[in-house]
């Protein structure tokens, strides 16, 4: 069974640029998140989908940051423009249902880094 | 709303030595309680979750937690370590009810000495 996937694995942009990831969900799984980690820091949550539905976007930056799931599979991040401070790894995740004790299953994350 | 704090940031320990990650959270409603381990340059991986039950909990890669509700703490340890062990691990807690939000400490970075 295949993972979450998620591209690009590296950016590197020039502050005030935009940019977006992509994220491909483990089939099946409703429910999709899209997480910032900051360097030496845990997970933070900026939104949750149940299929296309946001959910949980209360953390989400809504001045430059957007994110959509159309058909409620796959899911586009998007920075526009990019601060400086949005380097950060940005993670996408999944889960089965929407219970809280569900496992949420991860990406391997796209490094960002804006110069 | 939860918090979790993970005690130490590094922990370095020599391989076949045991270790304990430790982790205390925050809560006013019941939690479930979460290990995460993220390998160099891979996302985050499920080692073992408390959900209800007994309070020691059994992972993956010989891993072990033991849930205590008076001293709001959920200890991860594994008796004895390997260099593949060697990784980031985080500990996660979500309210057992209401809105669905799983909160992370800030982590524990695991260093396997040979």
């Known amino acids: 069974e295949a993972g979450v996937v998620q591209s690009p694995r590296y950016k590197i942009i020039e502050k005030k640029q935009p940019v977006a990831f992509w994220c491909n969900p483990i089939?099946?799984?409703?429910?999709l998140y899209w997480y910032r980690q900051n360097l030496g820091q845990g997970p933070e949550l900026l939104i949750r989908?149940?299929?296309?539905?946001?959910?949980?976007d209360s953390q989400l930056p809504k001045d430059r940051f957007s994110a959509e799931r159309l058909k409620g599979v796959d899911s586009t991040l998007k920075i526009q423009p990019a601060e400086l401070g949005d380097s950060a790894v940005y993670l996408c995740?999944?889960?089965?249902?929407?219970?809280?004790?569900?496992?949420?299953?991860f990406g391997p994350g796209t490094r960002l880094l804006v110069l | 709303a939860q918090s979790v704090t993970q005690l130490d940031s590094q922990v370095p320990v020599f391989e076949e030595a045991p270790v304990e990650l430790r982790c205390n959270y925050s809560?006013?409603?019941?939690?479930?309680l979460f290990w995460y381990v993220q390998y160099p340059n891979q996302g985050l991986q499920l080692l073992l979750k408390?959900?209800?039950?007994?309070?020691l909990v059994k992972g993956i890669n010989g891993f072990e937690a033991e849930f205590n509700k008076s001293q709001t703490s959920f200890h991860l340890r594994k008796p004895s370590v390997h260099i593949s062990d060697t990784a980031e691990y985080f500990c996660?807690?979500?309210?057992?009810?209401?809105?669905?939000?799983?909160?992370f400490g800030q982590g524990t970075r695991l260093t396997i000495n040979p």
């Open positions: 995740a999944s889960s089965a249902g929407l219970a809280n004790q569900e496992t949420q299953y």
């Open positions: 089939s099946g799984h409703n429910t």
């Open positions: 989908y149940e299929n296309e539905e946001a959910v949980d």
């Open positions: 809560s006013s409603v019941s939690v479930y």
């Open positions: 408390y959900l209800s039950g007994s309070t």
């Open positions: 996660a807690v979500s309210a057992s009810q209401g809105a669905q939000k799983l909160v």
